[in-house]
Nanobody, 127 residues
Framework: QVHVVQSGGYVVQPVGSLRLSCATS????????IAWFRQSPGKEREFVAA????????YYGDSVKGRFTLSRDNAENAAYLQMNNLKREDTAVYYC????????????????????WGQGAQVTVSS
C-alpha cells in the first residue's frame, strides 16, 4: 500500500505565495502521473495540475494557469505545487493524487483515475 503524505495547511494573504509538498511513503514507487486537485465547500472537486512522467509534460487548470507551477524532485516520487499571486477564490483543501497507470491527456482531470490520495492541506487566502 502506497501512502501519499502532504504538507500541512496554511493561511496566506491575497497576492501572497505558498508551496505545497507531496511525497510517497515508498521511495521506490514511481508514479506515472502526479496531480493536484482542490475542493472548496459546496463546490465540486477541481483539477489544478498534473505531471505525466512518460512525456515529461505538465498540464494546468484554466483558473491557475500562469500562477501555479507543479514541479517534482529528481527521484520523481515527490511533487510540489508553487502557488503565486494567490486569490481568495483559491481557498480550498488541496489534494495530491498519484497513479501508477499511464493516463491519456483527457483523463488527467478525472479524480477517479487516481489510485492514491494524500490527506489534504487546507489553504486559506484571507486578509
Amino acid at each position: 500500500q502506497v501512502h501519499v503524505v502532504q504538507s500541512g495547511g496554511y493561511v496566506v494573504q491575497p497576492v501572497g505565495s505558498l508551496r505545497l509538498s507531496c511525497a510517497t511513503s515508498d521511495r521506490t514507487f514511481m508514479p506515472s502521473v502526479i496531480a493536484w486537485f482542490r475542493q472548496s465547500p459546496g463546490k465540486e472537486r477541481e483539477f489544478v495540475a498534473a505531471y505525466r512522467r512518460g512525456t515529461r509534460s505538465t498540464y494546468y487548470g484554466d483558473s491557475v494557469k500562469g500562477r501555479f507551477t507543479l514541479s517534482r524532485d529528481n527521484a520523481e516520487n515527490a511533487a510540489y505545487l508553487q502557488m503565486n499571486n494567490l486569490k481568495r477564490e483559491d481557498t480550498a483543501v488541496y489534494y495530491c493524487a498519484i497513479t501508477s497507470r499511464g493516463l491519456i491527456v483527457s483523463s488527467l482531470r478525472t479524480g477517479s483515475e487516481y489510485e492514491y490520495w494524500g490527506q489534504g492541506a487546507q489553504v486559506t487566502v484571507s486578509s
